[in-house]
């Protein structure tokens, strides 16, 4: 899985909330939090954070590196944060431990060395891991397909799947932005998700809540799977959030 909506929520257009920033006094430029969907921003929106400026970009690549680089086009940011939800491609991965990407397979960028080395430094009520980011095109709602992609993992690699670190790499590193993918595990290696949710996406690739609801009531048997989905969505909304308040102190 990575960024599904599943509160039901239509939440906020792009257009509405392509930018939500903190109140600051800061001279600096903000640190820019990035996300797929305002769901996944939500604690932070709940409360000034100085210094901060938030943003949804929609699912996928094209949406992440459209975004992402009209926000740039307009603003200048010291870093840039991408948060949001991801699948477990390593049994030892549980429902809201927090990855981090050490590195993004298929891309030549790296995550900012300081920043990675600040976020070590975080301690968080949750397990934090240093991993592998895997970018899918598609949500690999099954666990056969995550099985099939973790095989292309190491021996001793960690492994998470979501739908746009490769494109929030490569947006950074063509600005010279610093950059660290931040994630939470919403669904393990060896479940299937209570739906296909590729069936349910929009021509832009955003997930449309409202037909996920139609197919949930010819479907009765997947809506305790939603539900389900919708409170470990809001326990790693809620760690996302505590690691971003507690990382962005140590970012000099």
């Given amino acids: 899985m990575s960024s599904l909506n599943p509160a039901g929520d239509d939440g906020l257009t792009a257009e509405d909330a392509e930018v939500r920033r903190g109140d600051t006094e800061c001279d600096q430029p903000p640190i820019l939090v990035v996300a797929a969907l305002s769901y996944e921003l939500e604690k932070l929106n709940r409360a000034t954070h100085?210094?901060?400026?938030?943003?949804?970009?929609?699912?996928?690549?094209?949406?992440?590196?459209?975004?992402?680089?009209?926000?740039?086009?307009?603003?200048?940011?010291?870093?840039?944060?991408?948060?949001?939800?991801?699948?477990?491609?390593?049994?030892?991965?549980?429902?809201?431990?927090?990855?981090?990407?050490?590195?993004?397979?298929?891309?030549?960028?790296?995550?900012?060395?300081?920043?990675?080395?600040?976020?070590?430094?975080?301690?968080?009520?949750?397990p934090v891991h240093f991993a592998v980011?895997?970018?899918?095109?598609?949500?690999?709602?099954?666990?056969?397909?995550?099985?099939?992609?973790?095989?292309?993992?190491?021996?001793?690699?960690i492994g998470f799947v979501d739908m746009e670190s490769i494109a929030i790499a490569g947006v950074c590193a063509r600005r010279g932005v610093p950059f660290l993918i931040v994630r939470s595990i919403t669904d393990l290696l060896d479940e299937d998700l209570p739906l296909d949710f590729n069936q349910y996406r929009t021509p832009d690739g955003r997930v449309d809540p409202r037909k996920v609801a139609k197919a949930a009531l010819l479907r009765p048997a997947a809506i305790k799977g939603l539900l389900d989905l919708r409170q470990r969505s809001r326990l790693c909304a809620e760690r996302m959030a505590q690691f971003v308040e507690r990382l962005v102190p140590l970012i000099s």
């Fill in 50 to 126: 100085a210094g901060l400026a938030l943003l949804e970009t929609g699912e996928g690549v094209g949406n992440a590196e459209r975004h992402l680089n009209a926000w740039l086009e307009r603003s200048i940011a010291r870093v840039v944060l991408s948060i949001g939800f991801a699948g477990a491609l390593s049994p030892s991965l549980q429902i809201g431990d927090v990855v981090i990407a050490n590195s993004i397979r298929d891309s030549n960028e790296t995550p900012d060395l300081n920043l990675l080395s600040a976020a070590r430094q975080v301690r968080i009520d949750a």
């Fill in 133 to 157: 980011a895997l970018t899918s095109h598609e949500i690999l709602w099954q666990a056969d397909s995550k099985r099939a992609l973790a095989s292309s993992l190491g021996q001793n690699e």
